[in-house]
């Protein structure tokens, strides 16, 4: 069982910077792909960026070149650093560990950090 807790949400301006942090409870932290999702109220859940095991980003192309994605595997946490926030992407956003092989929906969630961005 993998347990995830996420922080660092919070208010933040348009165009300001975040940085979320999620922490897993798991020893075996480094076979799990890590990704960041985020959702807003009435809508999916979506992906935002995920790092695999071999430490290869990836991101949507929404927020390539602003968003940056990243693991330290000897403290079992990922990161996301978010800048140039923009209004649209108020949202919980969520830490998900899932192996490999399997689905996000397969894999475990946190319970997710508010980001609200507002002027």
């Known amino acids: 069982q993998v347990q995830l807790v996420e922080s660092g949400g919070g208010l933040v301006q348009p165009g300001g910077s975040l940085r979320l942090s999620c922490a897993a409870t798991?020893?075996?932290?480094?076979?799990?792909?890590m990704g960041w999702y985020r959702q807003v109220p009435g809508k999916q859940r979506e992906l935002v960026a995920y790092?695999?095991?071999?430490?290869?980003?990836n991101y949507v192309d929404s927020v390539k070149g602003r968003f940056t994605i990243s693991r330290d595997n000897a403290k079992n946490a990922v990161y996301l650093q978010m800048n140039s926030l923009k209004l649209e992407e108020t949202a919980i956003y969520y830490c998900?560990?899932?192996?490999?092989?399997?689905?996000?929906?397969?894999?475990?969630w946190g319970q997710g950090t508010q980001v609200t961005v507002s002027s």
């Open positions: 998900n560990a899932r192996l490999p092989s399997q689905l996000s929906t397969q894999g475990f």
């Open positions: 798991e020893s075996i932290f480094r076979r799990y792909t």
């Open positions: 790092v695999t095991t071999g430490d290869w980003p």
